[in-house]
């Protein structure tokens, strides 16, 4: 049972573009969403989170969109760069339950 | 300083070895964690540790024994390696309850011939 589902599997975005990542979660006891971005070769980092009392959330060029009714929330990063290439991971998990439960990663590669 | 370290980041073993793997904190955090990250780079928790204590174990074999000797440490000891076994473990620390942001290692990439 896969809790929370993430698109696209990979994603290929010009420099300067908007790179837009998709995930799904079943379970409504969740209430924490963070994204990760991992390079090869490294751990995850997390990037930015949420919790569903906002809608959106933006740290530079990095933002956060969550449907609570939808069940759905999306990573947009805007400008994206060569350096942003990197695998990108949806995350949730409960409250004082704090283990993450991942998607299954979005490949990302800027080209120059 | 490194938050999360473990060691090694390498680890090339045969089938049917022990091996450990260490992991230490120094954030001050309360929860350690232990991530399997397979080939296809699927991560799933295995265990997590509160003050020392196992909390969380999702369906791994036994053969994958945890220990937390004090809050900044926990190590993974496997047992009687398998094929299957093959990928990168990720030790993670965070502050526990609804504190979630989780601070990951580097991973150790393990390898069963």
């Known amino acids: 049972q896969q809790q929370v589902k993430q698109s696209p599997q990979s994603l290929i975005v010009q420099k300067g573009g908007i790179s837009i990542i998709n995930c799904a979660y079943e379970?409504?006891?969740?209430?924490?969403f963070p994204w990760y971005q991992q390079f090869p070769g490294k751990g995850p980092a997390l990037l930015i989170a949420i919790r569903p009392d906002v809608s959106e959330k933006k740290e530079g060029r990095f933002t956060i969109s969550f449907n609570k009714s939808a069940k759905q929330f999306s990573l947009h990063i805007m400008d994206s760069q060569p350096g942003d290439s990197a695998t990108y991971f949806c995350?949730?998990?409960?409250?004082?339950?704090?283990?993450?439960?991942f998607g299954k990663g979005t490949m990302l590669l800027v080209s120059p | 300083d490194t938050a999360v370290s473990q060691t090694p980041k390498y680890l090339v073993t045969q089938m049917g070895n022990d091996k450990s793997i260490k992991c230490e904190q120094n954030l001050g955090h309360d929860t350690m964690y232990w991530y399997k990250q397979d080939s296809k780079k699927f991560l799933k928790i295995m265990f997590s540790y509160n003050n020392k204590e196992l909390i969380i174990n999702e369906t791994v074999p036994n053969r994958f024994s945890p220990k937390s000797p004090d809050k900044a440490h926990l190590n993974l000891h496997i047992n009687s390696l398998e094929l299957g076994d093959s990928a990168v473990y990720f030790c993670?620390?965070?502050?526990?309850?609804?504190?979630?942001?989780?601070?990951f290692g580097q991973g150790t990439r393990l390898t069963v011939v």
């Open positions: 993670a620390s965070s502050q526990g309850g609804d504190r979630t942001e989780a601070f």
């Open positions: 379970n409504t006891a969740f209430d924490y």
């Open positions: 995350a949730a998990s409960k409250s004082g339950y704090s283990t993450l439960t």
